[in-house]
């Protein structure tokens, strides 16, 4: 049996919701770089920081999603033969969902029985389980809850292959991975493929991220004995591995708080990891040499990372990541030349090695014979001659595509053809006409007749651009007068934004107002008066926006402010303004909240803090938490009769613990 074929499946899931149309001008939660200690060396800390990015511009976020869970369809791709059977979800980042050992019956991976999206990526929504493949910048790629284009294949002696591809649109680049599972084949083999179409260098991210079960005798086994640490105080340091500060790090179930540990694989080492139980078995991955790192990610036993873990899935599915990358570390990129064509192969599958020795405190024995028992299964030249093997079906075109994903290549290849330059990629990745969207309409008529389509401001944008050649394309149009409009010149504002010519920005965002005011222009003038620390006239351009555009999160944004500039009044008057569905969400309630303890009105601000559903909090954001500590350092101020200073904290945080619904902190507290 060998077979490839689509499947719709059921999952208990949330509603993604819509995208947020406004353009995401505010920084990344997970942008910046960490600080180096001084353990890390010159040469391992080089890329440090090398490509980050301060918004997901030109994606917008993703953030509408609820935690209404309900059964939902989804489109799965499955590849099966008589030992395994993977199942790939092709709507939501081709994530590989499921791999199921048929002949022992057993899961390899974590396969997370709900889909539940929360605020870890790129563009907010995220969701855990299975393999995720990241692409671009640094964080869980822009496409991880977004369809890819899905198409048929076949190896020389007839063997399916499943390809999936896209155009990333920050780095302007078309990846594909090309999975396949030979005719007894107990390994799951995923080609990677990233090509760079420009005459320039680029920054290039890559991680293939594996949810594995978390149970207290599963062990994480890599050739390595240090690792780059980087937890949640966003520090960089070497540290011995598997024992750091007197604790096992390679038992995930040891550690208390949230981490991350990059191993560091000496050069010339094959690369691997695996998470093995009590009995040696579980998942093994290993890959050809240009992905050359590997990492553990945990969430740690605290009460936060508990509730985390029940956050993104349900109570008993506790899972930990090992992950395969191209960078030592994830607080960088690395350089990817001009024209460059880079492909790795990847290969999964189960491990059965010796549980006395695997679990041997003997750190160095554990892993050689670990590795001897993947050698068993593959070695490192058996995987370098199938990547070599499968190149040419990885330059050849698909014979059926079976899902489209964006619009976006297509566009791109027609700009290419327009200019008489070369195609982004030979005949491996199909972006045909049939995959343009509304998304793309204002661009294509920008291309194909000079005038960048209007909307009526009343409408939703759909779409943002940052490529510069796009903006050459409509500066034009605007000084020629085709395009002279409001909509147009929201969108030069966006381009200048985003290349932080604020000056430029701000003057084209007034030059839209002047043409037709809209809440879309107002809004994007709010941000760049903060970012210049021009509260009060943010507050200002804020409201204005309001009351011509009722979109929740551009309230949320507007009362956030507010509170930060303690406009307490304002942000009554524009609470009182929001529709009755509006003021129900989470983060609406926050604001609520900060207004109820400002009128002294604690118990009120407690009732609805203790009721709160937060479906956007972000990986490491306490805000919940600070909140409750607030009302009762309030409270217990009053009852003593003293003011609030660190002694009355610590007595909070010892007297008045956290509740479980709003406890997520990943980190010690310190206070």
């Not at 499968?390 to 994903?405: D, Y």
Request: proline share 6%; net charge neutral; hydrophobic share 40%.
């Amino acid at each position: 049996m060998n077979d490839l074929r689509i499947e719709n499946i059921q999952l208990l899931a949330a509603d993604l919701g819509k995208d947020n149309p406004l353009p995401p001008l505010h920084p990344l939660s997970t942008f910046g770089a960490p600080k180096v200690n001084a353990s890390v060396t010159a040469e391992d800390a080089k890329h440090v920081g090398y490509g980050a990015q301060p918004q997901c511009l030109p994606y917008t976020l993703q953030d509408d999603y609820d935690r209404d869970k309900r059964m939902r369809t989804f489109t799965a791709a499955v590849l099966e033969n008589d030992i395994l059977r993977a199942t790939f979800l092709i709507g939501s980042g081709g994530r590989l969902w499921s791999l199921y050992h048929k002949v022992l019956q057993r899961e390899l991976l974590h396969r997370n029985p709900v889909f539940q999206p929360a605020n870890l990526a790129v563009r907010n929504a995220w969701f855990s389980g299975g393999v995720e493949w990241n692409i671009g910048v640094p964080g869980h790629t822009p496409l991880t809850c977004s369809p890819l284009f899905a198409a048929k294949l076949k190896l020389n002696d007839g063997t399916p292959v499943l390809r999936m591809y896209e155009w990333e649109r920050i780095r302007g680049v078309p990846w594909q991975i090309d999975c396949f599972l030979p005719e007894k084949s107990a390994m799951l083999f995923v080609r990677v493929r990233i090509v760079n179409p420009h005459d320039h260098e680029i920054p290039m991210y890559w991680w293939s991220n594996m949810a594995v079960d978390e149970h207290k005798y599963v062990r994480v086994l890599a050739p390595a004995t240090e690792a780059f640490n980087l937890g949640i105080e966003n520090e960089m340091k070497l540290v011995p591995v598997p024992y750091h500060m007197d604790t096992d790090i390679s038992y995930t179930t040891n550690s208390q708080y949230s981490a991350d540990y990059f191993f560091r694989i000496p050069q010339g080492q094959r690369p691997w990891i695996t998470a093995l139980d009590g009995k040696g078995t579980g998942l093994f991955q290993t890959s050809t040499s240009r992905l050359k790192t590997r990492k553990i990610f945990l969430w740690g036993t605290s009460a936060g990372g508990a509730k985390w873990q029940e956050f993104l899935s349900e109570p008993g599915q506790k899972y930990l990541e090992i992950q395969a990358g191209l960078a030592p570390t994830q607080a960088g990129c690395i350089p990817m030349p001009a024209g460059a064509d880079w492909s790795w192969l990847e290969a999964y599958g189960l491990l059965t090695a010796d549980p006395a020795i695997v679990h041997d405190k003997d750190w160095a024995k554990a892993c050689k014979h670990t590795e001897s028992q993947i050698n068993n299964i593959i070695t490192v030249q058996q995987l370098d001659s199938l990547l070599s093997d499968t190149a040419q079906m990885a330059n050849s075109t698909p014979m059926e595509v079976i899902q489209r994903g964006s619009g976006w290549g297509a566009l791109e290849q027609m700009y290419r053809v327009s200019e008489g330059l070369a195609p982004m990629c030979k005949t491996s990745m199909i972006f045909d006409h049939d995959s343009l969207t509304p998304h793309q309409t204002p661009w294509r008529s920008l291309l194909e007749s000079g005038k960048f389509s209007m909307l009526p401001p009343k409408k939703t944008p759909l779409s943002y651009m940052i490529d510069t050649k796009w903006k050459k394309l409509l500066e034009d149009s605007v000084h020629n007068h085709k395009s002279d409009h409001w909509f147009a010149w929201l969108h030069l504002g966006v381009m200048y934004y985003h290349e932080k010519d604020f000056a430029a920005a701000k003057y084209a965002w007034e030059t839209s107002i002047s043409h037709t005011p809209s809440g879309w222009a107002y809004r994007n003038l709010a941000v760049l008066a903060q970012d210049e620390h021009r509260f009060e006239d943010a507050a200002d351009l804020y409201i204005k926006a309001c009351k011509l555009l009722p979109l929740r999160q551009l309230a949320s944004e507007c009362c956030k402010l507010l509170i930060e500039t303690q406009q307490w009044e304002e942000l009554a008057l524009i609470l009182d303004s929001i529709p009755e569905k509006t003021l129900t969400h989470g983060r609406i309630q926050m604001c609520q909240i900060e207004l109820e303890i400002q009128k002294g009105n604690y118990d009120r601000a407690k009732e609805i803090l203790l009721g709160i559903i937060l479906p956007d909090i972000r990986e490491a954001e306490i805000t919940l938490g600070e909140i409750w500590f607030a009302i009762h350092e309030k409270l217990l101020s009053q009852k003593l009769c003293v003011p609030i200073n660190s002694k009355l904290s610590r007595k909070v945080r010892k007297e008045f613990p956290l509740p479980k619904n709003i406890d997520f902190r990943m980190s010690e507290d310190k206070k």
